[in-house]
């Protein structure tokens, strides 16, 4: 059992918005300012999309933002294109240099 | 631009001893930041294993303490990962990283495959 939770899938068409939800608690995701968000196409290493709850790496579309409330995050897909289906885990830091994971999320672009 | 490179056995035998090396180039290890191992069960999700820092002290996943060690070789630019008495859920696509800070992975490793059987 994942330490963060997300829920299995989310699906939107092209163009269309898609937010998932990533739920932990105060020793986590409500007590840190360091929730990131990763996508992973099959066969493929994680690759960070958000971080710091809302920043966005060098390279990674404006479609995809990041907020948090309280001990909830989310990240949203805009736009949703093709190429946007993968899946997507959230993870945060939970205080003396460990890190917990979400499940991950399969979005589908139907 | 960092990049990592895990390399090692790709099966091991039950109750023996899993071990990996990360080599980074790119990116001197003894500048700072934080390295950490990451591992995916197939068709599962992510685990964060472990994280060390540049000058040597290290975090360990709860579940995984008593079997992990985690050590760091900055004269090789490299980190490493030991996993003892393995069993077959241990076998996963092991990651190396890069923990910016030690909040977020953000550079990883292609990933490599240990298969846990006899």
């Not at chain 1, 989310?10 to 990763?38: E, L, N, R």
């Not at chain 2, 964060?48 to 709860?62: D, K, L, M, R, V």
Request: hydrophobic share 30%; proline share 6%; net charge positive.
């Amino acid at each position: 059992q994942s330490a963060l939770t997300q829920p299995p899938s989310a699906s939107g068409s092209p163009g269309q918005s898609v937010t998932i939800s990533c739920t932990g608690t105060s020793s986590d995701v409500g007590g840190y300012k360091y929730v990131s968000w990763y996508q992973q196409n099959p066969g493929k290493a994680p690759k960070l999309m958000i971080y710091e709850v809302s920043k966005r790496p060098s390279g990674v579309p404006d479609r995809f933002s990041g907020s948090k409330s309280g001990n909830t995050a989310s990240l949203t897909v805009s736009g949703l294109q093709a190429e946007d289906e993968a899946d997507y885990y959230c993870s945060s830091y939970a205080g003396s240099n460990k890190v917990v994971f979400g499940g991950g999320t399969k979005l589908t672009v139907l | 631009q960092v990049q990592l490179q895990e390399s090692g056995p790709g099966l091991v035998r039950p109750s023996e001893t899993l071990s990996l090396t990360c080599s980074v180039t790119g990116y001197s290890i003894s500048s700072g930041n934080y390295w950490g191992w990451l591992r995916q069960p197939p068709g599962k999700g992510l685990e964060w294993i472990g994280t060390i820092y540049h000058g040597g002290s290290a975090s360990h996943n709860p579940s995984l303490k008593s079997r992990l060690t985690i050590s760091l070789d900055a004269s090789k630019n490299q980190f490493s990962l030991r996993l003892s008495s393995v069993t077959a859920a241990d076998t996963a696509v092991y990651y190396c990283a890069r923990v910016w800070g030690a909040y977020y992975p953000d550079s990883w490793g292609q990933g490599t495959l240990v298969a846990v059987s006899s």
